[in-house]
């Protein structure tokens, strides 16, 4: 939509933590004067896995560097870098990373996450940023087996000016959903947000209560949702993969909002997600404010993170 861009040096500046790790780890492997060869290779693998990239993506990119330097495509240790750079962007081919908006009526927004992902926070930033942008924006507090959930919600929806639908707490969350597609319909509303229950992705009847919002939806407003988003702390690390790949069995997960990338030394999870599940990273948290929220994109981060 071009309404979440940010500069190189917002991205350089918000993944210090990662870049830092990254950077040092990897000149301590690929110090002066030392030669290619196996030895070499081997530590770069311990390396790139330790900055959780993961064992299957590292595997991969070594395969690959080993396979180009006995094609002389690369000579030296300088050379190890930039090859990783043109490799890792090469992962996220051009595609629609952007949000996708109804052709008519409002644009739904379902949003899932574990609880303490950073999910809340998540929805107040993409909110946010949507009604800076003339869109008349609703969330809805679907999550209502906390009731600390619902008044946090409220107080983001305040804080940001947007409007929201919310029940009792331990009501039905898929009753919330429906009254708030309504609302949604009636108030000529553009965007939709739907909070659901910070569920365990291990609790099998809470991610049927979130596979029965979805349905609720799909029947009261056309092609709805329209997005389905998956936060996933980037603090996690490998463990956040393991939560896509549940939520995915439940729902069609459109998209992934990792939060708190900003925070984390941990930031090569974004090409393990990538490279694993292949569901594109949409949008990414880099701060506490509202607006500190951008779409991903992948040759400004991984110049960001090698940098």
């Known amino acids: 939509m071009g309404i979440f861009t940010k500069t190189a040096g917002y991205f350089k500046d918000r993944l210090g933590k990662t870049r830092n790790k990254i950077s040092s780890s990897l000149s301590s492997v690929l110090s002066l004067g030392r030669n290619i060869d196996e030895n070499l290779l081997d530590e770069l693998e311990e390396t790139l896995i330790s900055d959780d990239i993961g064992v299957e993506t590292t595997d991969k ?170 936060v996933l702390d980037a603090t996690t690390g490998q463990n956040a993969i393991i939560q896509a790949k549940i939520f995915t069995e439940a729902i069609n997960v459109t998209g992934i909002f990792l939060a708190k990338l900003d925070g984390t030394a941990r930031g090569g999870i974004v090409i393990a997600i990538k490279d694993q599940l292949d569901i594109p990273v949409k949008f990414i948290g880099l701060g506490e404010k509202p607006e500190d929220i951008a779409e991903f994109d992948p040759n400004t981060f991984v110049e960001a993170l090698f940098d």
């Open 61 to 230: 990119l070594v395969s690959e560097l080993r396979e180009a330097y006995r094609n002389r495509q690369i000579a030296k240790t300088d050379d190890i870098i930039p090859f990783l750079k043109e490799h890792i962007k090469s992962y996220w081919p051009d595609r629609d990373r952007q949000l996708h908006l109804a052709q008519s009526g409002p644009t739904v927004i379902l949003v899932a996450g574990v609880n303490g992902t950073g999910k809340t926070t998540s929805i107040a930033k993409l909110a946010y940023i949507l009604s800076q942008n003339n869109k008349k924006v609703i969330v809805a507090a679907c999550d209502t087996f906390r009731a600390a959930a619902v008044e946090q919600l409220t107080i983001w929806a305040e804080r940001i000016g947007v409007q929201i639908v919310k029940h009792q707490a331990a009501s039905d969350p898929a009753a919330v959903a429906f009254d708030a597609c309504e609302a949604a319909l009636a108030r000529d509303t553009d965007i939709l947000i739907l909070d659901t229950a910070g569920r365990l992705h291990t609790k099998k009847d809470l991610m049927k209560q979130l596979t029965k919002i979805r349905d609720v939806v799909a029947r009261k407003i056309p092609d709805a949702p329209n997005e389905v988003l998956l």
